[in-house]
């Protein structure tokens, strides 16, 4: 016997514990700003080692990409994900975990065909679809700009 939609809905509550949503909310924020934090700590410390601002954010990304591709190497990060939910999907530690993550999983099939042909399996899909948006809302912004006064 199959459930109707309503029935499956009732049998899906039951069946899942609920999310303590403001709690989960909280610990994603203090993690994802801890981890912004790192970051603003970093560039605070090369710009004061004699670096341009630029090349300190640059250093900065390098060095917070290196520690998540570390971090998910030695298994850390994906016990801190498991916690702190989106708080690690800041932009540039949650795409190099995205990265790192198949990398790992796949590098008995090898380097081709293994690490190389499943290294984007997860973020592949994120900068083809990122790429695809930031075409269309440019050809937005060009058709829109002289309406505005631009």
Not at 44 to 54: I, V
Request: include cysteine.
């Amino acid at each position: 016997m199959r459930p109707d939609p309503k029935q499956y809905d009732e049998m899906c509550k039951k069946a899942s514990p609920p999310s303590p949503l403001v709690k989960d909310c909280a610990w994603a924020f203090c993690i994802g700003g801890a981890i912004c934090l790192l970051g603003e700590g970093l560039r605070t410390l090369y710009a004061a080692m004699g670096l341009t601002l630029t090349d300190a954010a640059t250093l900065t990304s390098a060095t917070l990409i290196a520690l998540s591709a570390i971090t998910t190497a030695l298994g850390w990060y994906q016990k801190l994900a498991s916690k702190a939910g989106a708080g690690t999907l800041v932009p540039i530690t949650g795409f190099a975990n995205a990265v790192v993550s198949p990398a790992i999983e796949f590098r008995n099939e090898g380097l081709v065909t293994g690490v190389g042909a499943k290294m984007f399996i997860i973020a592949g899909p994120v900068i083809v679809y990122g790429m695809l948006a930031s075409v269309a809302w440019g050809v937005v912004y060009h058709f829109l700009r002289p309406l505005m006064g631009g």
